[in-house]
């Protein structure tokens, strides 16, 4: 099927697949689906195709000593693939043999019920203040080419929470601390909220809303390259 999708197939067998899955319903559904996140993935990642590659992990590359080039390529390629393995079928991807969820989570939860201040007119100083917190280069992510309105930012001492709203009102949580070291992709569903956990070695990404796993994965993927684009 993903040949057929990816237009691989020879015309023949392309004209028979395509005749099977109008003969069966639950085949063309799932078709169906696979094309949509093919689509949803183009029109995400497609305009980074023509992008530099960006100088601070040019930089984090360069200095990676020859020894353990291998075991970061390998993280990165991982992560990379995570995209692909949650988009397709949800369930989570830890990278560290053995590794456990944290407590980033429940910090992201408690973050979420906390009262946020109104939306800032200018984001400058927000930016300064989270890289700091960090110790990395990030800014408050633009979320609005999916819908999503800045709805406010809190800045604790070694954390930051960040909220959004759709057209209904619905809001959605971002929150950032720095990582323990584990790289954990994950999403799932607590009580009536999705959540996507995105963690590299440096940084972790909580994202919790009321929405569907696609869309938890299309609007976690903005957040985490908006944090740095």
């Known amino acids: 099927m993903h040949a057929l999708i990816d237009g691989e197939l020879p015309p023949h067998r392309a004209r028979t697949v395509e005749a099977m899955i109008q003969a069966d319903a639950t085949l063309a559904a799932r078709v169906a689906d696979y094309r949509a996140q093919k689509a949803m993935m183009k029109q995400l990642y497609g305009p980074l195709i023509d ?36 988009v397709a079928g949800g369930g989570a991807l830890w990278l560290r043999p053995g590794a456990a969820p944290g407590d980033v989570v429940a910090l992201a939860l408690d973050a979420r019920t906390a009262s946020l201040p109104g939306t800032p007119a200018d984001l400058t100083p927000y930016n300064e203040a989270l890289s700091r917190i960090m110790e990395l280069k990030v800014k408050v992510p633009d979320l609005s080419r999916a819908g999503y309105t800045l709805a406010g930012v809190h800045l604790e001492e070694d954390a930051a929470s960040i909220a959004y709203r759709d057209a209904q009102g619905k809001l959605v949580t971002i929150y950032l601390r720095q990582s323990d070291g584990t790289v954990r992709f994950d999403q799932f569903k607590r009580a009536d909220l999705r959540i996507c956990v995105w963690q590299d070695d440096r940084l972790s990404m909580v994202m919790a809303g009321d929405m569907s796993a696609a869309i938890m994965q299309r609007l976690a993927s903005m957040a985490y390259i908006g944090l740095t684009a």
């Open 51 to 86: 992008r530099p590659v960006p100088q601070h992990l040019i930089d984090r590359a360069n200095a990676i000593p020859a020894a353990r080039q291998g075991w970061g390529d390998w993280r990165r390629f991982a992560a990379a693939a995570a995209v692909a393995i949650l």
